[in-house]
């Protein structure tokens, strides 16, 4: 009965640094989404994922975000050449087909 | 295209008194409605959604929200507000049968409970 599990918790790094975050969903759920929450903001789309298809990556802000999730279960957001405007909240939810979405704990990303 | 609006980023009640947070939406489909909770250093938690069957829906913890399509809104009530009831409510809507339910957030309402 795990829920939905990202690592790191948190994450300091030097700017020009890529990180990887990573998001283990709930087992069975189809659909994985991952959101970036700003200090005093909600929680904002970046991309989500059916099985090992990406189907929507609109939200990305450029190209030095990417996801994946190769084998349909766990995702991996990176970030390249991080900059201080990427510190953020970073969260991952996981859901049944066109279901309710389950958010993990999110993970803490501050870029100096 | 779609939108929260979450009217009041701070909301302060007495312990015992009603809760009341706004929230209007804007959709050019049928919308799904969400309302989330965050405890701090905790994640989201879904508290109640509206997916088109009863206008009035009942959630965890005492809360409910009604569903009112003429005045596009999504208000989050619970009669008697208790201590534990202080933390961050998003709302957030989808779109109804669409290929994505990806979900659109409200920028957050912060809930202070005075003892």
């Known amino acids: 009965g795990a829920g939905v599990s990202q690592s790191p918790r948190y994450k300091v790094t030097k700017r020009g640094q890529d990180v990887a975050l990573r998001c283990d969903p709930i087992?069975?759920?189809?659909?994985l989404y991952w959101y970036r929450q700003a200090l005093g903001q909600g929680p904002e789309f970046l991309t989500y994922?059916?099985?090992?298809?990406?189907?929507?990556k609109s939200g990305l802000p450029n190209d030095r975000f990417s996801a994946e999730r190769p084998e349909g279960s766990i995702s991996t957001l990176t970030i390249q050449r991080t900059e201080q405007r990427d510190s953020a909240m970073y969260r991952c939810?996981?859901?049944?087909?066109?279901?309710?979405?389950?958010f993990g704990p999110g993970t803490r990303l501050t870029v100096l | 295209a779609q939108s929260v609006t979450q009217l009041g980023s701070h909301v302060s009640v007495s312990e015992g008194a009603l809760v009341l947070l706004r929230c209007n939406y804007s959709?050019?489909?049928?919308?799904?409605l969400f309302w989330y909770v965050q405890y701090p250093n905790q994640g989201l938690q879904l508290l109640l959604k509206?997916?088109?069957?009863?206008?009035l829906v009942k959630g965890i913890n005492g809360f409910e929200a009604e569903f009112k399509k003429s005045e596009t809104s999504f208000h989050l009530t619970k009669p008697s507000a208790h201590m534990s009831d202080a933390a961050e409510y998003f709302c957030a809507v989808s779109g109804y049968g669409g290929a994505t339910n990806k979900l659109i957030f409200g920028t957050g309402t912060l809930l202070a409970v005075q003892p």
């Open positions: 087992s069975g759920h189809v659909s």
């Open positions: 959709s050019s489909v049928p919308p799904y």
């Open positions: 509206y997916t088109s069957a009863a206008t």
């Open positions: 939810a996981s859901s049944l087909v066109l279901d309710t979405q389950y």
């Open positions: 994922f059916n099985y090992e298809a990406q189907q929507d």
